[in-house]
Nanobody
Framework: QLQLVESGGGLVQPGGSLRLSCAAS????????IGWFRQAPGKEREGVSC???????????YYANSVKGRFTISRNNAKNTVYLQMDSLKPEDTAVYYC?????????????????????WGQGTQVTVSS
């Protein structure tokens, strides 16, 4: 059974960078789209980014408007890992970040897949942006 483990979180000053990793065990990530989500205190979990499965040459990536241009999602199937590079971090990016797996990032109507359709959730990694 596919298991995902997030790492790379920490405390960073505004404007700084972090790279999160989502490592898989118990299976291969090859056939899965992987999404990154976050949950801030007192708020609902929200989607941040998603990367499609692919043939190793072409992947489709999607971002929430709040992180577009600052975050970059990528994957290395050989390492069974998906990354989230986070630059120009803001205090409002403070949250626990999770990764999860799904067959596709988008529904048949090209809307983002519902959070609840993702599985194999990791335990999360805390990101705190503060001076």
């Amino acid at each position: 059974q596919l298991q995902l483990v997030e790492s790379g979180g920490g405390l960073v000053q505004p404007g700084g960078s972090l790279r999160l990793s989502c490592a898989a065990s118990g299976g291969t990530l090859d056939g899965y789209a992987i999404g990154w989500f976050r949950q801030a205190p007192g708020k609902e979990r929200e989607g941040v980014s998603c990367i499609s499965s692919g043939d190793g040459n072409t992947y489709y990536t999607y971002y929430a408007n709040s992180v577009k241009g600052r975050f970059t999602i990528s994957r290395n199937n050989a390492k069974n890992t998906v990354y989230l590079q986070m630059d120009s971090l803001k205090p409002e990016d403070t949250a626990v970040y999770y990764c999860a797996a799904e067959e596709n990032c988008l529904d048949s109507d090209y809307s983002p897949k519902a959070l609840g359709s993702f599985g194999s959730w990791g335990q999360g990694t805390q990101v705190t942006v503060s001076s």
